[in-house]
């Protein structure tokens, strides 16, 4: 007869806890939304296109661009990341649209 | 996907954009950081294949309404996944054929056979190493499951790793968790794959050849460490095409190229490890992602002089888009490495060499030009933000001026930004005059070194206090 096995799992458990996200805003009229870019896949071509859509939708929306916080990729992103969260809040961000994952 | 979960972790709501072929990878990245389920705006169709014209139609018609809804309105629910396995749990029961089948199809195997890791060969893998199996090395940043003892055993049990073998799998997982190496990047679409360069005195004794074929599987310990990085890439930093892996080709696992030590000490040059400030008494596993290789073949010459060109024509060929992590996604990461056969070595070790020599001279001779390089970081590939021209980039102090000596489009450039960015190591046939020029990843896997620790570990002992009476 055949022997057979009993095998182990090859996988490990997630040591990251998972986390609350964000409560989401009831608007984005009169809001501060913060664009984030990887500088990578035509971000420099839609962020403009997206930001004169959101202006027209949102009375008073108000955008930081992405030149404001940099390349959020490449060498200098974790450092560039890490500060992200005193950026925004010190920047009075409500709201942050990132990209480009391609 | 990081800067929308930094973004969350301070409470402020975020919406990441992403091709519809990235959906799964950037579903992945936030799970593996505790953010599961985070929005996405998903653009029709991938952006770098539309004139401007579609793209922004698509975005219009699509993806703007995407984003509103991920910035407004109810929170998205949690659909965490709570229902895995604990590490002990024996998750298949079979003939070998039977578990080679299940592992296989739950995406757990590199395809070839696996050795079922039962909880005895697991234990008795570590039996003598002194490790305490639930020790952590860290957390892998891709997907937030803990590098521990224990998962390094069971996929060693897999690959059919020797457990002599530990503490080299041990220091390749120290540099998985250190965030210099990038190993969060392993999957990225130009599907770089890692080389595993070994040094020290110690890789004759555990199996390692640096001899004929060292990059082809054939020697077990050169094959079967190979084989295991893939394994635990796959297991525990989740590098599977259903979660993080968007390689659009990848490369097969590569063996361990271990350096030629015989010859390294009869030249006296420094091996690769020692280039990165280990002695040559360490044992070092140091390790980077490659994007491309190309063979030097038949290399004809008796004279460094006679040779150099030809070596430098290779490593100028084998560097194209990689140039962007000079500038763009990496910042002065571009590092390539020239692997000589002992022959080619000695070559230049007998007309008195040293290996920053040879450093110098592939540095002068590796050159392509000015409107190529720009061509690769810009205007071919989209890499860098702006198109920015080198003597602008010289201009800004970005990069040395050997990259604008004149305004000639066609003056020649050199593919790093100085000699010692030239990495070269010594394998292969002995007697045969070959070469072989890899290009790295940059950030997405950079060089990383770390001493391989023989000791066996303290971590079971026992210890007492001491009685105050004695």
């Keep these: 007869m055949e022997a057979t096995y009993e095998v182990m799992w090859p996988r490990s458990s997630r040591g990251i806890q998972p986390r609350r996200r964000a409560d989401r805003l009831d608007t984005l009229a009169g809001r501060r939304v913060a664009f984030l870019w990887d500088y990578l896949f035509r971000g420099d071509e839609l962020f403009p296109v997206l930001a004169d859509q959101l202006t027209d ?35 009075g961000v409500d709201a942050v649209v990132s990209g480009m994952g391609c | 996907m990081r800067a929308s979960i930094s973004a969350e972790s301070a409470g402020i709501p975020s919406v990441s954009i992403v091709c519809d072929g990235f959906v799964g990878q ?10 599961d389920g985070l929005p996405l705006a998903v653009t029709v169709g991938h952006v770098d294949a539309q004139s401007a014209e579609e793209m922004i139609a698509n975005f219009i018609g699509s993806t703007v309404d995407q984003i509103v809804e991920g910035l407004i309105g109810d929170s998205p629910a949690d659909d965490t996944d709570n229902t895995e396995p604990a590490a002990l749990d024996i998750v298949a029961t079979g003939t070998i054929d039977e578990i080679n089948e299940r592992f296989c199809a739950l995406g757990w195997s590199d395809g070839n056979p696996i050795i079922p890791p039962t909880r005895e060969r697991v234990e008795r893998y570590l039996a003598d190493s002194g490790h305490d199996p639930w020790k952590t090395l860290g957390v892998a940043p891709s997907s937030g499951r803990d590098f521990t003892i224990w998962s390094i055993a069971v996929n060693a049990v897999m690959a059919g790793c020797r457990p002599e073998h530990l503490p080299v799998l041990i220091a390749l997982t120290e540099i998985m968790a250190d965030p210099a190496y990038g190993s969060e990047h392993s999957g990225n679409t130009t599907g770089a794959d890692a080389l595993i360069v070994l040094d020290g005195p110690n890789a004759d004794a555990l199996g390692f050849d640096p001899g004929p074929g060292v990059q082809r599987e054939g020697t077990h310990a050169n094959t079967s460490v190979g084989r295991w990085l893939r394994l635990y890439l796959r297991n525990v930093l989740g590098f599977t095409t259903d979660e993080h892996d968007k390689a659009t080709f990848g490369n097969p696992a590569r063996p361990v190229l271990a350096e030629d030590h015989t010859c390294l000490r009869e030249i006296g040059w420094p091996s690769i490890a020692e280039q990165f400030g280990f002695r040559w008494s360490d044992d070092v596993v140091t390790m980077a992602r490659m994007n491309s290789g190309v063979v030097i073949g038949s290399v004809f010459g008796s004279t460094p002089e006679q040779i150099i060109p030809y070596l430098a024509n290779g490593l100028a060929r084998v560097s ?41 001279e592939l540095f002068r001779h590796a050159t392509i030009t000015a409107r190529t390089f720009e061509r690769f970081i810009g205007d071919w590939t989209n ?18 001026p050997a990259f604008a000596e004149s305004a000639d489009p066609d003056r020649m450039v050199p593919i790093v930004t100085r000699p010692e960015r030239l990495l070269v190591g010594v394998a292969g046939d002995p007697n045969r005059a070959n070469a072989y020029a890899f290009s790295n990843d940059g950030p997405h896997g950079w060089w990383t070194a770390k001493r391989i620790d023989h000791t066996p570990a303290s971590d079971l002992v026992c210890s007492l206090p001491r009685s105050s009476s004695g």
Aim: hydrophobic residues 40%.
């Design chain 1, 57 to 91: 939708r949102f009375e008073g929306i108000e955008i930081v661009d992405y030149p404001v916080f940099g390349n959020l990729h490449g060498a200098d992103e974790k450092e560039r990341v890490g500060r992200l969260p005193e950026d925004l809040r010190t920047r």
């Design chain 2, 26 to 35: 950037a579903r992945a990245t936030a799970r593996g950081l505790g953010h």
């Design chain 2, 320 to 360: 194209a888009w990689d140039l962007t992590h000079i500038h763009g996604i990496g910042t002065d990461q571009y590092q390539p490495l020239l692997v000589l056969s002992p022959l080619l070595a000695r070559t230049f070790a007998s007309a008195g060499w040293e290996l920053d020599d040879v450093q110098d």
């Design chain 2, 383 to 400: 890499l860098t933000a702006g198109l920015p021209r080198l003597a602008d980039l010289v201009a800004a102090g970005v990069l040395p």
